[in-house]
């Protein structure tokens, strides 16, 4: 087994690398949205697209990504999401300046890089699920757990080289980012990867729609993308009201303080996860997440507002990749299709999420409390839908008996 371990272990350092690539392409490009504006004159209203043509060029990729995956190949295509996230930064620092239209520029480098984050998302779970590794669900837990380090780290040492070098100099740290796609990419190509399914190919996605529980995992995604995003998307503005802190100071103490516990709760179920059983604690997790969201909404406290927001991260941390564990124990003929609709099924979520909270709050009069109360349904249909999924578990055992 110690063999084993080392032989998949460059393959392991180089799914940790993909996701700490996908976190460069989520949260690089959001904190030059006011430089943008600035600089290129560029409307807000324009800006804002940045982030819906991220999130909606993944979903293109997860959807397409089932067709194409496996006749491609695994390692070609997850050689090729190194290479688009790195060609997709680097052109965010010239394409601007080299088209007539600044804009256009962004906008075709995000959607490169997207395809490039898309890839990753969907590839380095299969990937991951595939090596003969005991206690799964804790390789996979520890595995995410490194989005939110990579989170982390691109609003710790942007800020720092902003404060340092100043914001001017953001095109030299964008082709910086950019060199740890490009040294995975060599990872990728050489390391060893294994297919999850054992003739190289899984269940078609027709299939796939015709398996209740996999329904059941669409909605714990769904639940876990938006339970996630809804609370990271106010975490800044909880964090300026709770401490009258700056903005900068805010995405600190709010997004970044969220994206923390995060990956401590998935670093610490990667850890202990072979001790622990993955259905309670997600159920114990999901009734954390709605106390959180409770307490942000209800309490006039801004500080209480805001230990919500921090600990909803830690509540969230095992949704993802424990539903993705879930689902690939009890249907491991899943293959790439199964991978892909679930990756877009959280990215779904991730996209409704903030939607209706931001809708709420403006129907209630801009009253974030109101929206974020409106948040709770998300993880309290995720708490029922566990409870289901446990029903029919323990129904299935039964009938094996």
């Known amino acids: ?36 504006h600035n600089d290129y004159g560029i409307p807000l209203g324009k800006i804002a697209l940045i982030s819906a043509v991220f999130f909606i060029t993944q979903l293109i990729v997860d959807v397409l990504c089932a067709q194409f995956a496996d006749r491609i190949g695994y390692r070609k295509c997850v050689v090729a999401s190194e290479v688009f996230a790195a060609a997709g ?14 804009f256009t520029g962004i906008m075709i480098s995000v959607i490169v890089y997207a395809v490039g ?3 990753i998302e969907v590839l380095c779970s299969p990937i991951v699920e595939a090596c ?12 995410h757990s490194f989005y939110c380090w990579g989170s982390v780290g691109v609003i710790l040492i942007s800020t720092v080289f902003f404060a340092v070098f100043g914001t001017d100099s953001w095109k030299w740290l964008a082709c910086a980012w950019a060199l740890i796609p490009i040294y995975n990419a060599f990872n990728f190509a050489v390391c060893p990867i294994e297919h999850p399914t054992e003739d190289g190919s899984g269940m078609k996605t027709s299939g796939l729609l015709r398996i209740p529980l996999f329904w059941i995992a669409v909605v714990l995604m769904i639940c876990a993308g938006a339970s996630e995003l809804s609370m990271a998307q106010w975490a800044s503005a909880f964090a300026e009201s709770a401490l009258g802190l700056s903005k900068s100071a805010g995405d600190l103490a709010g997004p ?16 202990y996860g072979g001790r622990l059983d993955l259905m309670k604690f997600m159920l114990g997790s999901g009734c954390l997440c709605l106390i959180c969201y409770i307490t942000a909404s209800v309490f006039d406290n801004p500080v209480m507002g805001l230990i919500g927001c921090i600990m909803c991260g830690f509540s969230v941390g095992i949704m993802w990749p424990g539903a993705i564990s879930i689902c690939s124990e009890h249907i491991p003929a899943g293959g790439t299709a199964m991978f892909a609709l679930l990756a877009m099924s959280g990215d779904l979520g991730g996209a409704m999420g903030p939607s209706l909270v931001g809708a709420v709050t403006q129907s209630a009069n801009d ?7 409106a948040g709770c349904v998300f993880p309290l249909v995720l708490i029922i839908s566990l409870l289901i999924l446990k029903g029919v578990r323990r129904k299935n055992k039964q009938n094996q008996l």
Do not use: W
């Open 256 to 271: 970044c303080m969220l994206a923390v516990t995060m990956g401590i709760s998935r670093a610490v179920y990667g850890k």
């Open 132 to 143: 003969p590794f005991e206690h799964k669900e804790a390789a996979m837990s520890l595995l």
């Open 117 to 119: 984050s898309g890839l």
């Open 89 to 102: 930064l680097v052109g965010l620092a010239f394409l601007p300046e080299l088209l007539p239209d600044p």
């Open 1 to 36: 087994m110690a063999d084993t371990v080392k032989k998949y272990k460059k393959t392991l350092v180089a799914c940790y690398l993909g996701f700490i690539t996908q976190a460069i392409a989520a949260n690089f490009a959001p904190l030059l949205f006011l430089k943008f």
């Open 367 to 373: 009253d974030m409390h109101t929206g974020m109360l």
